[in-house]
């Protein structure tokens, strides 16, 4: 997993409540693994039928085509467990949202692959929003270090689960503690066997 | 005093972490072409095998096609999809479904109909609509792919226990009114967000009353109002539906099973950190009218005024207009079908709707059976010749129109109205407009041309 300390660049404004993973990667880039994800990042926003970009789309936009940082309105990634959302703004290049809630499958997945979701209460997301829609240089800092957005001239914390913290800090896949507990899944699972036997019992 | 969530979550306990964190046993996984790829992929590079391959199935339903005849090259965009699954499941040895196979179907449709999902199981899928599963009684929830991975190389996930939520369901329910306008309705009063970070119990004697499927049917939507989990406790119901089904346990092991399923219900004096009450009495058939599954309406209301700039957006993309009803407004599609509302007894109600009458001229219909079996169960009591004679297109399983990456979708600036779970814009297909109801009110509407009340067309 990609690790994640402190990240600064252009951060895009897209103050829309509950955007749903299929807003962010359609099932059409599910196709295929030679699909550029990033390229199909809000693919039904951000093109036209005849693949021309719609040029108010926020990502379409000069000063927000590279974007590092998005900030969004609440529940965000509302909707599929499709883990392709998150790969997709990884892909165009996105480490970070900002918004006043996420979705809980997406809150999740985002951390396997080293995405920092980023709370910050409505009038905050607003007024970081507000901020780089008119900025001259629309950018904001997200320090998982200090647990800390600095945007809009002002720095607030936010928090994330220490251990969810940790593995980004340092780039640690889940798995890996999941594989060294080992012994005591296999532990469970022989005195499962006795007390649940039918589960151990598919036949298919 | 411990819930139902709390006695399945303690049975699964390979260990509390110090972090607050729970290495839980996942009991049944369910594999499908949509979302496991990317996790046999790192599987085999990491040279892993599967640690529990018969608490495993594999099925084709979200990319492979509907149409009579269907093979898996039928649809060219699933082609590639479909070969990684077969070839992976061949790999890994993992128990599977072909596209040819007489058991396949949806994922949520299958794993309840072959005794795979059992009461008292945690099960798990890359799939957000896998609460479904959550009706038996079982843990059930939707993951993502790299936890698809931690299940297939481990039979575990380590995971946070969620707050827990009762949604007790109380009151006489009206003819007309099914389970789909029911679960509809509780998003509605308590909006999108109202589930996040819980497990919801559903309860109550409205809920003792239904049959499995339309608990399926309840605990399917949860996500749409933010919960991973909804899950129902076990009674004679429950009990009698596991009964005989393929896979459940036979003989000595059923008995001790079932006396393990007999306690799988919340205490009387149990505790839940959030009480919510639906009032069902005055629920009439369920249609939305925006792009949200909270925005519906009882058929007979009007489209409300927009409160913000997202109802206005809306209303725009939908094409109606506030205080405009929906009863009269013209339909180009009907569907019938999903993980939500595709089971025999669903297919039952719509025919109810629909026998001795003909799909509205314009209006493409389609019936899509969740599973081989339903659609096999349907054929034997002459289902498939109602919907056919009536104009219905008769569909061989999958997830079909309701994630439209099959071939089956509705065309830009077309109107659906569909027995699925998500009215979101582009959902059905880029530019489709969807309007979410119950199958018996989609089959009123089919023959109708227009959105209507049903309970007009079951009066006659």
Redesign the interface.
């Known amino acids: 997993m990609q690790a994640f300390t402190v990240l600064h660049g252009v951060a895009a404004p897209m103050p829309?409540?509950?955007i749903?993973t299929?807003?962010i990667s359609?099932?059409?880039a599910?196709?295929?693994?030679s699909v550029d994800l990033g390229a199909m990042l809000f693919n039904?926003a951000r093109y036209n039928?005849d693949g021309s970009e719609k040029p108010d789309f926020v990502l379409n936009q000069p000063r927000f085509r590279r974007s590092v940082i998005l900030v969004a309105g609440?529940?965000f990634g509302?909707?599929?467990?499709?883990?392709?959302a998150?790969w997709a703004l990884m892909k165009f290049g996105i480490r970070a949202v900002i918004a006043p809630?996420f979705?809980?499958?997406f809150y999740?997945?985002a951390f396997?692959?080293g995405l920092l979701p980023v709370v910050q209460s409505a009038e905050r997301c607003a007024a970081i929003t507000e901020f780089l829609q008119s900025a001259t240089a629309p950018v904001a800092t997200v320090d998982l270090e200090r647990c800390i957005v600095l945007a809009a001239g002002i720095e607030t914390p936010f928090s994330v689960?220490?251990?969810r913290r940790l593995a980004l800090l340092e780039g640690l896949e889940?798995?890996d503690?999941?594989?060294r507990?080992?012994p005591?899944?296999d532990g469970?699972?022989a005195a499962?066997r006795k007390t649940?036997?039918?589960?151990?019992?598919?036949?298919? | 005093m411990p819930t139902l969530l709390d006695k399945i979550w303690a049975?699964h306990t390979?260990?509390d972490l110090a972090?607050?964190?729970t290495?839980l046993?996942i009991?049944r996984h369910l594999i499908h072409d949509?979302?496991s790829?990317?996790a046999f992929d790192t599987l085999r590079q990491k040279g892993w095998r599967f640690?529990?391959l018969?608490?495993n199935?594999a099925v084709v339903d979200h990319?492979i096609s509907t149409l009579p005849d269907r093979t898996g090259e039928s649809h060219p965009?699933?082609r590639?999809?479909i070969h990684a699954l077969r070839q992976n499941a061949r790999d890994f040895d993992v128990?599977f479904f072909d596209t040819d196979s007489p058991r396949q179907g949806i994922v949520h449709v299958i794993a309840p109909e072959l005794g795979?999902t059992?009461p008292?199981?945690t099960v798990v899928c890359?799939?957000?609509h896998t609460a479904t599963n959550g009706a038996l009684g079982a843990l059930a929830w939707?993951?993502?792919?790299?936890?698809v991975?931690?299940v297939m190389?481990?039979?575990?996930?380590?995971t946070?226990k969620p707050k827990r939520m009762r949604a007790s369901f109380t009151g006489r329910v009206q003819p007309g009114v099914y389970a789909k306008d029911l679960i509809l309705a509780f998003i509605r009063q308590n909006g999108?967000?109202a589930g996040?970070?819980y497990a919801v119990e559903y309860a109550g004697p409205v809920i003792s009353a239904l049959g499995m499927e339309a608990r399926m049917t309840i605990c399917n939507m949860s996500?749409e109002f933010?919960a991973?989990m909804g899950l129902i406790g076990v009674d004679e119901t429950t009990i009698a539906y596991v009964d005989g089904r393929?896979?459940a346990?036979k003989g000595e092991?059923?008995d001790?099973?079932v006396a393990?399923w007999r306690t799988l219900h919340s205490d009387d004096d149990a505790a839940f950190d959030l009480e919510v009450a639906l009032d069902c009495s005055n629920i009439g058939p369920q249609v939305s009218w925006g792009t949200?599954p909270e925005d519906m309406i009882n058929v007979d209301d009007r489209v409300p005024e927009p409160g913000d700039d997202?109802a206005r957006r809306s209303l725009a993309y939908m094409g109606l207009a506030p205080g405009q009803t929906l009863e009269g407004v013209p339909i180009d599609y009907a569907f019938i079908g999903s993980c939500t509302n595709s089971r025999l007894s669903d297919l039952q109600e719509a025919a109810r709707v629909i026998r001795g009458r003909k799909v509205a001229p314009g209006v493409t219909a389609l019936a899509v059976p969740g599973s081989m079996t339903v659609k096999a169960e349907a054929e034997a009591i002459g289902l498939d010749r109602v919907f056919i004679e009536a104009g219905f297109e008769w569909r061989n399983a999958g997830c079909s129109m309701c994630?439209?990456?099959n071939g089956d979708r509705v065309l830009?600036g077309r109107r659906s109205i569909s027995t699925t779970n998500?009215n979101?814009?582009?959902?059905q297909g880029?530019g489709s407009r969807t309007h979410l109801a119950s199958p018996a009110s989609v089959a009123a509407a089919a023959v109708s041309g227009h959105i209507t009340d049903v309970r007009k067309l079951l009066r006659h």
Request: proline share 6%.
């Open positions: 829309i409540d509950n749903d299929d807003a359609p099932m059409a599910g196709r295929s693994t039904n039928e609440q529940n509302f909707g599929s467990s499709r883990e392709r998150v809630s979705a809980d499958i999740d997945n396997q692959n689960p220490a251990e889940e798995i503690v999941i594989l507990m080992a005591d899944n469970f699972e499962d649940r036997p039918w589960i151990y019992s598919v036949t298919t | 049975e390979i260990r972090d607050g964190r290495l046993r009991d949509g979302s790829r990317q640690r529990n018969e608490q199935l990319i965009p699933g590639e999809r128990p795979f059992l008292g199981t890359g799939d957000s939707g993951i993502g792919t790299t936890e991975m931690h190389a481990t039979q575990a996930l380590l946070r999108v967000t996040k970070g996500i933010g991973r393929q896979w346990p092991m059923w001790q099973a393990h949200k997202a994630v439209a990456s830009p998500r979101f814009e582009d959902r880029p």
